[in-house]
């Protein structure tokens, strides 16, 4: 079997490491690989010890990890201040605890702002004035929020001069279908839309009238308006058009016009405006009756005051003349061309209030009016999917559907081998997040270590993945946030080592990256916690995830019958086999990774990577008496104790003391002394013995192994100088059993 080589050709680059398999003779992989040797000298480490480079003939096997560092050609002492100098600047890891269990989880509140796709008062659209784009990764269903402010119309009359007239070939039209207008704003960049709905139901149910639609990438609004009011007029064949640049004035609401009266001037816009629309209704019908219920024809005359900046006054007349059988209400828009200004508009009724005793309908409500500014050539949309609408009210439509539009849209982007698809997979979100120009980190490709990023795509399962990231960023985020968010769905953690990212994956590991003993950890450093249960634990980990089809929460729980689980919402997350394994990863974590190690050591500490398996020997003695020390002769490293010393077994034996502030010594092998109640230490023991016997100092004695024990590292932390802290949790692969395929796979 094979031993671990890792390989670090330049210190000040750490991240840059080569790890290889070998069996047998050092020198043997040294001259297959580098033939022509190093531009530097080389220092070789077998399991923490130092290798002479005369000794490179030694063979290693399973389980050994030899560590290589090919140091530059420069002054001793130059190097290790250059060292010291970047790794206080640039190696230290500023990461959190990875993978073991947590008092923190991610949450859909894990992002400074809350994310309000998730919120119920989202279930409809609207518009966020100053909020930011949202970012769609995967497949996701979503209420657009508005790119413009939406408007009404109703089946529109378009005059062409100075006056009109709504005869009976114009009443035959019918009596005025609402129209509603949307631009909706899908997300940045690119999307395939998977449907359209209208409250529960598919526009493809409906007929064709009902719904016009024309969705438009940056290559086709090309970041300006116009193009897309052209695209989706060309699919209108009857009734209004779009317009892009609307504006309607919050001034008219529903003013009843039933006898002569001239309305005060209402601005339509602060905006100049080159087309006005009003929209008229007669709530009861527009209708005449004579004595013998016959219908008769019945007139009313409006006329339209339209005053510009200047104060000049255009005036519009419009007639309903009309004598067929219609007691439905009647509703018309009547739009019009204006030369480009400011304009107020007052509405006059020159009509006289009928008085034939209820056999006359003519009361006219202005329900409206609005402007269309000129397009604006400057840049305007960005690279903004969006998507413009008109939908025709009919009864199929209620009101509060037109109101929660939603989609299913799935996101197309550059994925990590630079082609443009569909994807969830995380490693594809972490790359975009960092490379994107627009809303991402906008950093370069070399600062991403895009070859591991490649290689957990297809570990995860590639672009197709079950278990792949489908969210929508709609509030601010940090980056961090977003790749803490976008790699927790495969209950992976972002890495960053200086302005180098990378990612950090859970699951079995085929080879320790480095072996730490007594030899290379700094004295009184190392130490062992154990998490035991408390009163009031959860008993299982419940996991909130999105159903695909509703987007409506759903609730994953393991172990199944926990009746006090701790609840952890998996942002991203849209299915319930993906959330079920994700609970049972969080509980087998819970479960079997209570052991947890810390210790300090030099520029050792800085080969591993947070995530990576490392093997940890040390002694523990079996500590089966104590006592009090009676004297120390450190001539003859003779202790003598107030016990007898019993040395049973064939293993080594330690002592180890506690000085009087109650600091542990590490233990010192020692051997029978002349004495039943005495030894010989190995070395002298850090301790002032010079207050015997007035002070107590306690001893422990017992026969000790070396114990060796695999760990995932959790953090690493520089301390300045050339030592740095690590923490680890223990490696259990019964953590993996059962939960996501990929991480019974070993990396």
Not at 435 to 449: C, I, S, W
Not at 619 to 637: E, F, H, M, N, R
């Amino acid at each position: 079997m094979a031993g671990t080589i890792v390989l670090m050709r330049n210190p000040l680059a750490i991240s840059e490491r080569e790890i290889a398999q070998h069996e047998g003779q050092l020198i043997h992989w040294l001259q297959a690989n580098y033939p022509n040797g190093f531009n530097g000298s080389l220092r070789v480490f077998v399991n923490g010890e130092e290798l002479k480079l005369d000794d490179l003939d030694t063979s290693i096997s399973d389980g050994d990890v030899v560590n290589m560092f090919v140091v530059p050609g420069i002054e001793m002492a130059i190097m290790d201040m250059i060292l010291t100098v970047v790794i206080s600047a640039a190696v230290s890891f500023a990461i959190s605890h990875f993978f073991g269990p947590k008092s923190s989880n991610p949450s859909f509140a894990d992002t400074p702002e809350a994310n309000t796709l998730y919120s119920l008062s989202a279930q409809q659209n609207g518009a966020r004035v100053g909020g930011v784009i949202p970012v769609v990764y995967g497949t996701v269903r979503q209420n657009p929020d508005y790119a413009s402010q939406p408007y009404t119309s109703y089946t529109e009359a378009v005059m062409t001069g100075n006056s009109i007239v709504i005869d009976n070939i114009e009443r035959n039209r019918g009596d005025g279908d609402q129209y509603l207008f949307y631009l909706l704003a899908l997300g940045q960049g690119e999307h395939r839309i998977d449907d359209i709905l209208l409250g529960s139901t598919s526009t493809s149910l409906l007929t064709a009238d009902t719904v016009d639609k024309f969705d438009a990438t940056r290559a086709v609004h090309q970041n300006k308006m116009g193009n897309i009011e052209a695209g989706l007029n060309v699919s209108i064949h009857d009734g209004p058009h779009f317009y892009e640049n609307v504006v309607t004035s919050i001034e008219v609401g529903s003013l009843d016009l039933d006898e002569p009266y001239v309305t005060p001037y209402f601005p339509v816009s602060s905006e100049k405006v080159t087309r006005l629309s009003l929209d008229l209704v007669f709530n009861r019908g527009l209708f005449k009756t004579n004595d013998h219920g016959n219908f008769e024809s019945v007139v009313v005359d409006l006329k339209a005051h339209v005053k510009n900046a200047s104060g000049t006054v255009l005036t519009y007349d419009i007639r309903f003349d009309s004598s067929v059988e219609n007691v439905t209400p009647f509703r018309r828009t009547i739009s019009f061309n204006v030369p480009e200004d400011v304009y107020s508009i007052a509405l006059e009724r020159v009509t006289a209030k009928a008085d034939t005793k209820g056999r006359v309908s003519d009361v006219l409500t202005w329900v409206g009016s609005r402007g269309v500014i000129k397009n604006s050539m400057a840049p305007v949309y960005g690279d903004t999917h969006l998507l413009a609408m008109r939908i025709k009210a009919t009864n199929l439509i209620s009101a509060a559907a037109t109101s929660r539009i939603n989609v299913r849209i799935t996101r197309q982007q550059l994925n990590v081998i630079d082609n443009m698809e569909h994807t969830s997979n995380p490693a594809d979100v972490v790359a975009d997040i960092m490379r994107n120009t627009v809303y991402g980190a906008r950093r370069p490709d070399k600062e991403l270590d895009m070859a591991e990023l490649r290689r957990l795509k297809a570990h995860w399962g590639g672009s197709n993945t079950p278990y792949g990231f489908n969210a929508v960023f709609n509030g601010d985020s940090t980056v961090y946030e977003a790749l803490k968010l976008a790699l927790g769905v495969v209950g992976a953690e972002p890495l960053a080592i200086g302005s180098y990212i990378s990612a950090a994956a859970d699951g079995k590991k085929a080879i320790r990256t480095q072996v730490y003993t007594e030899a290379n950890m700094l004295m009184n450093s190392f130490s062992v916690s154990y998490n035991f249960d408390r009163a009031g634990a959860t008993n299982g980990v419940q996991v909130e995830f999105r159903d695909s089809t509703t987007w409506l929460p759903e609730f994953a729980t393991f172990p199944a019958n926990a009746s006090d689980p701790e609840l952890v919402s998996l942002f991203g997350c849209t299915s319930k086999d993906h959330a079920e394994k994700f609970a049972r990863l969080m509980w087998q974590r819970k479960l079997y990774q209570r052991k947890a190690t810390s210790f300090e050591t030099e520029l050792e500490g800085l080969i591993p990577r947070p995530g990576d398996r490392i093997a940890i020997t040390h002694t523990l003695a079996d500590w089966g008496q104590s006592g009090i020390v009676v004297s120390y002769d450190p001539t003859t490293k003779v202790l003598v104790t107030t016990v007898e010393l019993k040395f049973v077994g064939s293993g080594t034996h330690y002592v180890t003391m506690r000085k009087p502030d109650g600091t542990p010594l590490t233990p010192i092998a020692a051997t029978q002394g002349a004495t039943s109640s005495s030894c010989v230490l190995a070395s002298d023991p850090a301790i002032d013995f010079s207050d015997l016997p007035y002070s107590q100092i306690i001893f422990s004695f017992g026969e000790g192994s070396k114990v060796t024990k695999d760990f995932s590292v959790a953090s690493i932390q520089h301390n300045g100088g050339v030592t740095t802290t690590l923490e680890a949790q223990v490696y259990d692969e019964r953590v993996y059993d059962n939960t996501f395929p990929f991480m019974g796979v070993p990396l």
